[in-house]
């Protein structure tokens, strides 16, 4: 999920360009098409090679373009919980894309085709819809649909998270611009 987060922030980064848009639709598709195999049997060598192969290439992308708001905002949760940096940003990557898909249907549109999903004859919010769905039904498909209040957030840490994450240097490429209260928001929909 770190990885997929990696390539879905790259490529909606304010600091894309066409070198990651390559590395981060190709970490999308990749992961798209082998993370459930790789969950659901450790041994299976060519998910495990392709996860891999997501892995380094997301990892260029966003070494590049920088991230966004989901890592900014996890980075805090890192620091707080002790849970997996993964499913941190399962749980908040869906809140965060429905809140930067007004600044970036287009793109929100090409993920959608990324992770398999037929965008034909839809519009760039529609498209961008399917990418939120598709994200959310790999989420749960690998047992990682649970809120940050299930890993042991609680409300009152949310105002302090929430000014922090205004202070990650991953906040500066975010495509839409987040005051404390927008990351607030994204914080509850998530717990």
């Not at 360009?17 to 970490?27: G, N, R, S, V």
């Not at 598709?29 to 299976?44: C, E, G, H, K």
């Not at 004859?121 to 649970?146: C, M, P, Q, Y």
Request: glycine letters at 6%; proline letters at 3%.
């Amino acid at each position: 999920m770190d990885a997929l987060t990696h390539g879905i922030e790259s490529y909606v980064s304010l600091a894309a360009t066409p070198l990651t848009d390559i590395h981060a639709c190709k970490a999308i598709q990749l992961i798209a098409a082998n993370l459930r195999r790789a969950v659901a049997d450790r041994r299976d060598a060519e998910a495990n090679t392709n996860m891999a192969m997501a892995s380094l290439t997301a990892g260029i992308a966003f070494s590049n373009a920088i991230l966004g708001a989901t890592h900014a905002m996890t980075h805090q949760v890192d620091g707080l919980l002790d849970q997996h940096h993964g499913e941190a940003n399962a749980s908040i990557l869906p809140h965060v894309m429905e809140f930067n898909l007004p600044a970036s249907p287009e793109r929100f549109k090409h993920i959608a085709w990324s992770l398999g999903k037929d965008v034909r004859n839809t519009s760039a919010e529609e498209g961008a819809w399917l990418a939120i769905e598709g994200i959310r039904e790999l989420i749960a498909d690998i047992g990682l649909a649970k809120g940050l209040g299930a890993m042991g957030l609680r409300e009152e840490f949310i105002p302090l998270l929430s000014r922090n994450a205004l202070n990650d240097a991953c906040l500066v490429t975010n495509p839409r611009n987040a005051t404390v209260e927008d990351i607030e928001a994204i914080f509850r929909k998530a717990m």
